[in-house]
């Protein structure tokens, strides 16, 4: 019998209640960080406005059942987006050839606090700043050059942790680590007592060692130009 693609994500995601108002608020943070309508609720799943030349809407679900497929069947334009807490496989099977499945990402979530943030390395720098909704941390070297970068949205009690970066040839110096805890410190004013990302196959292996957990799986499709 071929194996359930999503079967080693159920039970995790069954336990955390990975469902729509959890997406909700992470599609929040998303939207706030980047000054875009928030999140609506639209045919069984949510929708952005996102309007840009390369992105005009992204429609979220927590699966990729009838909703996500009666949503994929009105969509003709291009540069529309879907995204579904499922395996990339399963999206695959729940979509005609012609929509574009990107690489895997996971949605992780972290209750508790990750720690006084530690010194930087030696010979770096960090700023403060916001852009739109989000609290920005910028780190650069002594020279001035951009070394890593992340945002951190907070809305309600969600702090929502968004485009964690950090530049070669500055990786593995542990500016990683020092930008999340410097980032968890912003959102700890803000009394949360749930953070939320989507991280990259490169950056859940960081997050899982800062004490986050994988919820699901967090797959696009993209109807691209043809």
């Given amino acids: 019998m071929p194996q359930d693609p999503d079967a080693a994500f159920t039970t995790v995601a069954r336990v955390t209640h990975v469902d729509v108002h959890l997406l909700e608020r992470w599609l929040t943070g998303w939207s706030l960080a980047r000054g875009l309508p928030p999140p609506r609720h639209h045919g069984g799943g949510l929708v952005v406005d996102v309007g840009w030349p390369d992105q005009l809407r992204r429609h ?58 530690g010194a930087l390395p030696a010979g770096y720098f960090a700023s403060i700043g916001a852009h739109y909704g989000a609290s920005v941390i910028r780190v650069v070297d002594a020279a001035g050059q951009a070394a890593a970068i992340g945002r951190v949205v907070v809305h309600g009690t969600t702090a929502v942790f968004d485009r964690i970066e950090t530049f070669a040839p500055h990786q593995r110096q542990g500016l990683g680590s020092a930008l999340m805890a410097a980032l968890d410190a912003l959102a700890q004013q803000g009394g949360v007592s749930e953070r939320l990302l989507v991280a990259t196959e490169a950056g859940r292996a960081l997050y899982l060692a800062l004490g986050w957990r994988v919820l699901a799986p967090y797959s696009t499709a993209v109807l691209a130009t043809r």
Avoid: N, S
């Fill in 60 to 117: 979220v679900f927590v699966d990729a059942g009838c909703a996500l497929r009666e949503c994929a069947a009105q969509i003709h334009a291009p540069c529309v987006y879907l995204k579904a807490a499922v395996d990339p496989d399963r999206l695959r099977l729940a979509l005609p050839a012609h929509w574009q499945i990107e690489a895997a990402r996971y949605l992780m979530l972290h209750r508790t606090t990750m720690g006084a943030p």
